[in-house]
C-alpha cells in the first residue's frame, strides 16, 4: 500500500488515543508536583450548590483554572470577589475528561489577611516580650521522673495520640491527663496538684490552625501553668509563641514524649547500681565490726569471712535478689542477738541482771544463757 | 513518696553507707530503709500501662478526673 503523505510510519499502528497522551502527562505532571503555595489575583469565582469552588487565578500575564471542594472551601470563609488577591495553596493536576490543566486548591487566604495577622503576631511577640514571658531566666528544668503529665492540645486528634504511645512506652508507671481546647485546658490543669509536667501542642495534622499558638490568651495562660512546659506544635519551619514562652520547645509531639519523661529500662539500671552499692555498703561495714570481733577468736574471724566473701559474691550478682539481704541475714555471719523471755533485745548493760535467764538468737535457732556477772 | 524522692533517698543512703563511718546498728537500719526503697521504686516502675485520664470541671467548680479509653 502507498502512503499518500510520505510518512516513515503508519498513523493507524502508532498513534496514541487521546486518553493516553491526557493520562501520561496527568501522570507526569502529578508526579512533579508536590503542593505550592501559589500567589494570584482570583477571578470568576462559582460556588457550586455542593459547596465546591470553582475559579480562576491570574497575573498579568496567564491564568490557570481552579478547583477548591467543599471539604477546604468551608475553612476559606466567604468566597472571594473579583479581583482579590490571594495566596492558594494547591497541587497542579489535569481534569481526565476534559483534558484541562488546572490546580487543586486546599488553602486559600487573601494577602491583606496574611498582612494583618503578621502585625497582629509582632504586636502580641512584642507585648509578651516587654512583660519578660521569653526571659531564659523564666525556664524551668523538666522534672525527670514526672508521675503526672498534662498533655493540653487545640483539639482531639492524632499528634497527641503519639505523646501517649511514646509516653507509655517509656513510662508507663505515669498518669496522662488529656485536655483539650487550649486556654480552658491550660487553666484546668494548673489546678490539678498532681500534674507535675504539661506538654501542650496540636492534637491532629497539617489542617489545624497555628494561629491558636500565636494568640496573646494561650501564650499567657501557658505562661501562668505553675509547672514545666513543653510546647510541640510541631511545625518545622515557623517557631510559634508558645515555643517562645514554654519551658522547652520540641519540634513534634514524639519528640516532647520523649523529653517529657525518662526511659524506664535506665532508671532500672540506675536501680540496679545502686542496689549493689547498697549491698557493697553493708558489706564494707560488717568487714569493719569483724576486724573488731577477731580479736575474740579464730573461729568468729573464719565465719566472718565467709560471710564477707558469701556477701561480697552477693552483692555481685545482686539486682532482683535484693530481698534475700535482708539484715536478719547477719545472724549468718556469726552475730548473735540476746533476747529476754519475751522476746526483747537486750541492748544495755543495764537490761542484764545477775543471774537472769536470757537466750542468745543466732543463725539456726536460739540458745538458752544466763547472767554471770554484769 | 515518689520515684524521685526514692531515688535522692537511695543515692543519699549508699553515700553514708560508703562513708564508712557509720555505728553497725545504724548501718542496718539504713540498709533496711536502702532495700525497702529499692522495691517501692521497683514496684512503681513495674505498673505495665499507662493511664490515660481527662479533665471535667463540675457545675459546682470542682474539678474531676475521669478514664478515657486508650
Redesign the interface.
Known sequence: MTNPLQLSFDPADDAWSVTKLVTSVKRLIEAEFVPVWIRGEVVGCKVWSSGHWYFSLRDRITQVRCTMWSRYTYQAGKPPEDGTEVFVLARPGIYDSKGEFHLSVTRLIPTAAVGAAQKELERVKEALRKDGLFDEARKRPI???A?TVAVVTSTAGAAMRDV?TV??KR?????????NALVR?LK??T??PEVELCIVGRGGGGRDDLNAFNSEAVCRALAAVKVPTISAVGHETDISLTDLVADLRAPTPSAAAEMAVSD?RE??R??DD??A??A???S???R??AVRLARTGDRLQAAMDRAIRRERHRADRLGAQ??A???LR?LDRGYAVPVDPDGRVLKRLADFAPGAPFRLRIADGDVAARVEQS | MSIAQDLNRLEEIVRKLESEDVELDAALALFEEGVARLRAARERLGTAEVKVQTVLEEASGDLRLTDLDG
Open positions: 522534672p525527670p521522673f508521675s501517649i509516653v507509655g513510662w508507663p508507671c505515669c498518669r496522662i491527663l488529656v485536655v485546658a484546668l490543669v489546678r490539678v524506664r532508671v532500672l540506675q536501680i545502686l542496689g552499692r547498697l557493697g555498703g553493708l564494707s561495714r560488717t569493719l565490726g535484693l530481698d539481704l535482708s539484715p547477719i
